[in-house]
């Protein structure tokens, strides 16, 4: 089973998206193939804008789902379950716990601070831990 870190946003909007690309970034240094899996297509297309603003030393190869080489890149960004790919690293923007997770070796999800996001991550959490995962919980800074 995967071992599964929450990280605690701060009220900003955006914290969760740029925590996510800091991370992306990170697991790309460390040579991590990335699945990143977004709530809306919306919410795909705004993170793929946020990896290319990153600063050049930390440049991440990445592509939405369907787009790139036929091998792909070393991060896919998708946003329905159905496209999710086998990587070792899946970054859940989602609102929900993604099907056949035992697939992942890292799952990183996040805790906003509206409430109903709150509640939501609170059910995910809950069902990482039933189905077996190694739990973490961190505060992001802001």
């Known amino acids: 089973m995967p071992q599964v870190t929450f990280y605690q946003l701060p009220e900003r909007a955006e914290a969760g998206p740029e925590l996510a690309c800091s991370l ?41 789902s369907g787009e790139g080489p036929p091998s792909g ?20 923007l989602s609102n929900t716990m993604p099907d056949a997770i035992q697939q992942y070796q890292r799952i990183i999800d996040f805790v906003p601070s509206a409430e ?3 509640k939501a991550a609170r059910i995910r959490y809950k069902q990482f831990q039933q189905a077996g995962c190694q739990m973490q919980f961190q505060s992001a800074q802001s």
Do not use: Y
């Not at 795909?44 to 990445?62: C, G, N, T, Y």
């Not at 890149?73 to 859940?92: A, D, H, K, M």
């Open 24 to 64: 992306i970034a990170d697991a790309h240094a460390a040579k991590q193939r990335v699945v990143v899996l977004c709530q809306t297509k919306s919410q795909a297309e705004s993170l793929d804008d946020l990896l290319w603003q990153l600063p050049a030393k930390r440049f991440v190869p990445h592509n939405m």
């Open 73 to 92: 890149t070393p991060v896919e960004i998708c946003w329905s379950p159905e496209q999710l790919g086998r990587r070792s690293l899946l970054v859940n």
């Open 116 to 118: 109903d996001a709150k």
